[in-house]
């Protein structure tokens, strides 16, 4: 089974401040990994994914197999970064149906 | 030209009732799925049709079923509805079953009185 653990609900920060959200997995496969993101009043969309290994608003994500994590860092917060951000990870086979972890709320203070 | 559509975004109803909600994406994809976030923002696959191939979440009770006419829409039928099922559902679409990268519509939100 593919499970996807998002320990933090809220993270609060200030403008200017470095930002990690963190995002373990478990999968015993080869996972495919993804950072979802949701504005206020806007759908999910894609921030980046794991294979694609690009910076994306600034943010980045590197795929540490031997901990099975996939942490979102940002040296520096906007306040546009407010926002909720989910983990997400496709599988092999009959699982690849992307699960999502349980999201994280960032909020970035003036 | 809104890839993912879903509607109505906004459904109160009663308790008992029997809904739907439509989803539809004009974006060719073969793969679309509904998701249920509940009210601590927790998103959690209920099912995913793939070229006529349903694949279901077994905690999903069978008050809920999707039908697909076509690749390009899937929709969700709710029997009997009951407070619990209060939500906001997603639907989504994918390239092709392991493309990855999901394209969301803009939830449905659904109260149960």
């Known amino acids: 089974a593919q499970r996807v653990t998002q320990p933090e609900k809220l993270l609060s920060v200030f403008k200017g401040a470095p930002v990690e959200l963190k995002c373990n997995y478990s999968?015993?496969?080869?996972?495919?990994l993804f950072w979802y993101v949701q504005y206020s009043r806007q759908r999910l969309q894609l921030l980046l994914r794991?294979?694609s290994r690009e910076s994306i608003k600034g943010f980045t994500a590197d795929l540490n197999k031997g901990e099975t994590s996939f942490h979102l860092k940002k040296p520096f917060a906007q306040e546009e970064d407010s926002a909720m951000y989910y983990c997400?990870?496709?599988?092999?086979?009959?699982?690849?149906?992307?699960?999502f972890g349980r999201g994280t709320s960032l909020i970035v203070h003036p | 030209d809104t890839a993912v559509s879903q509607t109505p975004k906004y459904l109160v109803t009663q308790m008992g009732n029997d809904k739907s909600i439509k989803c539809e994406q004009n974006?060719?994809?073969?793969?679309m799925y509904w998701y249920k976030q509940d009210s601590k923002k927790f998103l959690k696959i209920m099912f995913s049709?793939?070229?006529?191939?349903?694949?279901i979440n077994e905690t999903v009770p069978n008050r809920f079923s999707p039908k697909s006419p076509d690749k390009a829409h899937l929709n969700l039928h709710i029997n009997s509805l009951e407070l619990g099922d209060s939500a906001v559902y997603f639907c989504?679409?994918?390239?092709?079953?392991?493309?990855?990268?999901?394209?969301f519509g803009e939830g449905s939100r659904l109260t149960v009185l």
């Open positions: 989504a679409s994918s390239q092709a079953a392991r493309a990855g990268e999901l394209f």
């Open positions: 999968y015993s496969g080869s996972p495919e």
């Open positions: 794991h294979i």
């Open positions: 997400a990870l496709s599988g092999q086979g009959g699982s690849y149906i992307p699960t």
């Open positions: 974006l060719g994809h073969d793969t």
């Open positions: 049709y793939n070229n006529k191939e349903l694949i």
